[in-house]
Every structure is written in C-alpha cells, then in structure tokens.
C-alpha cells in the first residue's frame, strides 16, 4: 500500500476532489511523489482519508486530464513528463490579486523564492 498525506478541510469551499488533487501537486512540486510513483488505489486512498471512492476518483481523473498521472497496470501513477501551462494563468492571477493587495514586488519575488527554494 502506497501512503500519501493528504488533509481534507471540510470548512474549505474548494471541493474535497479539488483538495485532493490540489495536495497531489503539492507533492509532485516537492518531490515526495517523483516520476512513476504509483499513487494509492481509489479505494486505499479513501479509506485513509474517510471519503467517498468517487471523490478520490474523480480527483485520480482531474488529475490525469490535467497530464500529472497516467494509468499503468491499471494504476494510477506520476508521469514522467508533465507539461503544464495552466500554471501561468493561475500565477498571473495570483500576481494581479498580491498587488491589489499592496504586496512590494521584492516581497513577491521573495516569495516565490522561498518557493522554489524547498524542492532544491
């Protein structure tokens, strides 16, 4: 059995599906989950977290339609080869929200440092 953290916030409006692959990411970008990794199978992973199987499944999905996992050996596991560019839209609009909010372009370009900093 492959074992992931993964936190469920039920007072979160992001849904649980959303959340799941959300942190799936998190752990690709740090390194905790490289290339070929299998995930844990729907059911393992929703018996870890106390969710329904058709949640984690459909995040297993989202995933896979976003080019993060792919099914091997009727398994859920990290690609090889991501590539995405939806990181720009959602980096721009992050950007745009930071500066509607005052933050200083050094603090923002701290930021991002601290970032990238961890997976180095």
Known sequence: ?????VKIDLNSKKQIYEQIADQIIELIALGMLKP???LPSIREL???I??????VEKAY???????????YKKRFIV???IKDEKWKTLMKEAV??????????EELISF???LTEVRT
């Open 1 to 5: 059995m492959t074992y992931i953290a």
């Open 36 to 38: 070929g990794d299998p």
């Open 46 to 48: 929703a018996s870890m």
């Open 50 to 55: 106390g969710v329904n199987m058709l949640t």
């Open 61 to 71: 999905k989202y995933l896979e339609s976003e080019g993060f996992v792919t099914v």
């Open 79 to 81: 690609k090889t080869e």
């Open 96 to 105: 745009y929200r930071a500066i509607a909010s005052g933050v200083k372009t």
């Open 112 to 114: 991002i440092k601290s």
